[in-house]
Every structure is written in C-alpha cells, then in structure tokens.
C-alpha cells in the first residue's frame, strides 16, 4: 500500500518532559520528530498530539511543542489513545484512513494505540526513528508485534519522500533541506 497524503493525520504520543530525558536515544529522536512534524506541515497534514497525565510527566518537551503551537493537546489517562473518548472522537470527525505515528514509549502507549487503531480500521504508520522506550529491547519487540498486528514500520525520511511523490517542487525543496 502506497501511504499519500489524501486520508492521513499525524499523531504525536506523549512525548513528554519528566519521562523523555529517560528515552533511549532521546536526543536524535528530537531532531528526528522535529523533521517528521516539519515535513508533515509542509505537505499540509494535519496533526494531533496526546499527552498522558500531564500531572506526573508534565507537558510535551519545548522543541516539539513550539512545532505544535496551533494545535490543542489531548490530555489522556489511559495508554492508548483511543480509550480516551475526546481522542477517539476527534480521530472519527476528521476521518482519516492512514495515522503517521511518533511517540513514547513504543511498548506502552504507542502499541495499544496502534493495536486498536488497527481493530477500528485505522491503518497505523510507525515512524521508527520517531518511536522508541525506555531499553531499546522494549521497542525492538513492540515494533515487531505492531507489524505482525499489520502496522507499516516506516522511517522519517523514506514516508516524507513517498507523501511527497515528486521533486521539482518547493515542498520538495522544504523537505529536502528538512533532511539533509
């Protein structure tokens, strides 16, 4: 299946203050979510972001949530992000078919949420480089069970450029510099 722009929104799992300095590799998966939302932008997909009891883990880290500054966060308690009803409810009112994944922590929140994105009839897209956990173990065998619950595993820069579809565009000169 191609992935293109026409029925398909970005969603950013909790991506959080007091849990991300304990993310493996969480300084690449910066810059790596910072292209994702960048580049999705740029093509005009639109975005939603969750943040999981903001009380404890406090709110979205300052470089991505400068990116996010004209969309509302999803407070949400439960781990995946479709128990939360005001989640659920905006996903069904926009529509999508495709949902761009990046978040934390691969094997909490973004595999139940993708696990029931999946039973509901949401086709998830995980954004390897933009995923990870705790022990990168955690993340290796939740990516491989999200695939066999029939996720597409994906990176930032291969799925920009297959949204993207062309070059010789100004889009595709905003991605490229995105990238490089």
């Known amino acids: 299946m191609r992935i293109t722009i ?5 969603l950013v799992i909790d991506m959080q203050e007091r849990l991300y300095p304990h993310i493996h590799n969480h300084e690449q998966l910066t810059k790596n979510t910072e292209i994702l939302i960048r ?19 406090g709110f979205t880290i300052a470089p991505l949530k400068s990116l996010l500054n004209d969309i509302t966060f999803i407070e949400k308690q439960a781990f995946s992000c479709c128990d939360e009803p005001r989640f659920f409810e905006t996903l069904n009112f926009i529509g999508p078919r495709n949902v761009i994944i990046a978040g934390i922590e691969t094997h909490v929140c973004v595999m139940q949420t993708v696990i029931d994105l999946i039973e509901t009839g949401f086709k998830p897209i995980v954004v390897e480089d933009c995923v990870s956990s705790r022990k990168p173990n955690d ?10 619950e029939g996720a597409i595993i994906t990176t930032v820069e291969s799925l920009l450029f297959e949204l993207l579809r062309h070059s010789g565009t100004e889009t595709f000169k905003e991605i490229s510099k995105l990238i490089k």
Do not use: C, F, S
């Open 6 to 10: 026409n029925d398909t929104l970005g």
């Open 139 to 148: 993340k290796q065998i939740a990516l491989q069970r999200m695939q066999q």
């Open 39 to 57: 580049g999705l932008k740029a093509l005009d997909i639109e975005i939603l972001a969750t943040e999981q009891y903001t009380k404890g883990l």
